[in-house]
């Protein structure tokens, strides 16, 4: 593995007016475009982009689906619309995509609307099963890093939740208890024993905050799925994550005994997933600000210098694969705030949600008047 892995992505979007209002268009949207499909409830939309592991080609990925809907959805008076969680929408009332799915009837039932929000999935593709169980660990005992520079939903119903993801604190994570994983055998039979017991209902029906994913779960798997991350709708921002992701999953290839938290942690692996789970629950009350508690010992650590750290260690491979430059955004988001940061603290000057909001969505259309990250306008 001395080459770039391939690289997909899941977006999910709210689509709405353009003072910010939610308005849901899933079904008539799927209807119509093709490369779209429906989230439970129609306020959200989803894309999926084909595997591609050149990060020059991956902007443009990214970029022409929300191009597609966006020109349907102005034929309506409507946009896309920024955030993970209903900004300024209903969060008493699920609006259903499909009356008649019964995944849907046990998701609405279940959950109501916790489970509506917007966020980004990213995937890794790695064939070989101990490489993809170790990486997991080690993604697992920092998602938490991934979250705080993504985090984009300090809003819910038009006011101020006190979280930088309201996201992550209301989305239901199933099952509640989730190990880190030794290996694959020990991940077959722990879904086996979580779909006889009901604890899942299906093999999609597991939501933390990484996992593994393939085209037959849990049998047959070939990615590694990042779920924690809120929607990013910078492109740039979300390719720098992403490939500090993947230099983190590369750092597991060429030195395991640094990286595996099973080998390298003074933690025992009930300790390393308690450990996580709560660094997942800070960095969504305050994401760059918060304090963590490192894998490698449990000491704590703020967010951002955590992050400082891990960009130093991985320079040099980093430099090696190409991908210095694809790593600058991230500077700026530890710099200077994530989306839910900058939010606030316009919101903390007498803005309302309302005008953060509309400000963000114009920000947002710009940025698909460009193609890919040397920025030629398009015609």
């Given at each position: 593995m001395n080459q770039l892995l391939l690289k997909g992505f899941e977006v999910e979007l709210f689509t709405g007016s353009p003072n910010g209002q939610n308005v849901g268009v899933a079904v008539e949207v799927t209807r119509d475009l093709h490369d779209f499909v429906k989230e439970p409830d129609h306020r959200?939309?989803?894309?999926?982009?084909?595997?591609?592991?050149?990060?020059?080609?991956?902007s443009e990925a990214l970029l022409a689906p929300r191009r597609r809907l966006r020109e349907w959805l102005s034929l309506k008076n409507l946009t896309i619309l920024p955030g993970s969680t209903l900004s300024l929408g209903d969060s008493e009332r699920f609006e259903r995509s499909d009356p008649v799915n019964p995944y849907h009837d046990l998701i609405e039932a279940t959950y109501g609307t916790r489970v509506v929000t917007a966020s980004?999935?990213?995937?890794?593709?790695?064939?070989?099963?101990?490489?993809?169980?170790?990486?997991?660990?080690?993604?697992?005992?920092?998602?938490?890093?991934?979250?705080?520079?993504?985090?984009?939903?300090?809003?819910?119903?038009?006011?101020?939740?006190?979280?930088?993801?309201?996201?992550?604190?209301?989305?239901?994570?199933?099952?509640?208890?989730?190990?880190?994983?030794?290996?694959?055998?020990h991940y077959v039979s722990w879904v086996e024993e979580q779909l006889e017991t009901g604890n899942m209902t299906n093999e999609r029906h597991f939501w933390t905050s990484v996992r593994p994913n393939g085209p037959k779960r849990p049998y047959q798997l070939n990615r590694l799925e990042l779920r924690i991350c809120d929607l990013i709708t910078d492109t740039n921002v979300?390719?720098?994550?992403?490939?500090?992701?993947?230099?983190?999953?590369?750092?597991?290839?060429?030195?395991?005994?640094?990286?595996?938290?099973?080998?390298?942690?003074?933690?025992?692996?009930?300790?390393?997933?308690?450990?996580?789970?709560?660094?997942?629950?800070?960095?969504?009350?305050?994401?760059?600000?918060?304090?963590?508690?490192?894998?490698?010992?449990?000491?704590?650590?703020?967010?951002?210098?955590?992050?400082?750290?891990?960009?130093?260690?991985?320079?040099?491979?980093?430099?090696?694969m190409g991908l210095s430059d694809q790593l600058k955004p991230l500077y700026s988001v530890i710099t200077h705030g994530n989306q839910a940061m900058q939010w606030l603290e316009a919101y903390s000057t007498g803005q309302s949600v309302e005008a953060v909001l509309q400000k963000s969505i114009v920000a947002m259309q710009a940025e698909e008047t460009f193609t890919g990250r040397g920025g030629v306008m398009l015609g």
């Open positions: 959200n939309i989803e894309y999926i982009t084909s595997p591609i592991k050149d990060y020059a080609l991956l980004i999935h990213i995937n890794l593709g790695i064939e070989d099963l101990s490489v993809l169980f170790a990486a997991l660990r080690l993604v697992r005992c920092e998602a938490a890093l991934f979250l705080a520079l993504s985090a984009s939903s300090p809003f819910l119903n038009g006011l101020s939740t006190g979280m930088h993801s309201q996201r992550w604190v209301q989305f239901p994570l199933t099952p509640l208890n989730v190990p880190l994983f030794a290996n694959h055998g979300l390719l720098a994550v992403t490939a500090l992701l993947e230099l983190r999953v590369l750092s597991i290839v060429r030195s395991p005994n640094l990286n595996d938290p099973f080998l390298a942690s003074q933690l025992d692996k009930y300790e390393l997933a308690e450990l996580s789970n709560k660094n997942d629950v800070a960095a969504a009350e305050a994401s760059l600000n918060s304090t963590l508690h490192h894998w490698r010992d449990g000491s704590s650590i703020v967010c951002r210098e955590w992050l400082d750290q891990i960009l130093e260690e991985v320079t040099p491979l980093a430099v090696e």
